[in-house]
């Protein structure tokens, strides 16, 4: 691996020698490390291609929403450029980027209020920053990505195809969906017609894709893979769906999974507060529909996975993405009774 990472390394300085190398994620989507040379530390990634199959396209909106902050002066990561004024490293064994390290602690869950508001006001300047961006300018690299409509139509559709074991034991979960999806259709739709306004958002906004400071303090976030046109509810939503829950994804034993009032209501408060400059009336009478509306998006999408045998997510038994739906709708039934006590929705 040092040999390789060194070839990789010579297209953006003419000498360079590797002292360390760390493995950070080898899985499904990238593999990613971080490396320790005489030039610098710096995070190497190979971007997994089967998964991103536009990867002109995906580079193309990564290094103009980076290069976007960098010049707006929002902190953010930096990619090298290689000596043909590249971003990126095209090899036989596929697309790789470089970029320098950040000092920093990786979370994978909101620990306190005082977290949620730091994210919530962050995240909401991070939408401030790229208001101005020309949204047309970017491409769709994953098409229907956010779609909740069609991830609704295709978990019926899935109905079809279905085995009789797995379609009854899914069937409780399957009409809880429908009796509810009306309950979030109508921002669905406002979404895709862009009556809530299209801007540029991140797509992948889980708590591990911001870098914290030792002491706590957020530095920025990471993983712009997915960076794309789309609604900052979906944004919102995202980070709150892991959030603001008490327990992970795929727990089980749902007396556990529990809706935290606190850690919502701090990064609502934030963001609001800081989004308030640039948000549409649109947006701000829908965010609070951000969490349930992902909550069943995503539910739709286990679940369908669930009948057409698991070809999608990876699963560590036959019911785990059938638990993974049960988690989702057990979180929106708490989510749907606090909106319902607190605003007078869904």
Known sequence: MNARLHTLLLHYFNEI?????????????????????????????????????????LLHNKTKVVAYLQNHNFPTIE???????????????????????????????????????QLGGYLARFHSALTDFPVSELEITIPDFHNTEKRFNDLCASSTFASKERLLNAHKDIEYIKENFQSVQSIAVAIQKKTIPERVVHNDTKVSNFLFSENGELLTIIDFDTVMPGSVLHDIGDALRTGASTAPEDEQDLTKVAFNVAIYTAFIT?????????LTPEELNAIHFSLPLILLEQACRFLEDYLRNDTYYEVQYDTHNLVRTRTQLHLFEHVKQYLNKQFNIL
């Open 270 to 278: 934030a963001y609001i507060k800081e989004g308030q400059s640039f």
């Open 79 to 117: 990619f090298l450029k290689t000596f043909k004024d590249s971003y990126y490293v095209d090899t036989e064994e596929g697309i790789w980027q470089v970029s320098r390290y950040i000092s920093s602690c990786v979370q994978h869950k909101i620990d306190s209020p005082e977290m949620a508001a």
């Open 17 to 57: 020698v590797i002292l360390t190398v760390e493995t950070l994620q080898s899985g499904l989507i990238n593999s990613t490390y971080k490396s320790e040379t005489s030039q610098g530390t710096f995070i190497i990634q190979k971007i997994n291609q089967e998964v991103f199959p536009n990867i002109g396209e």
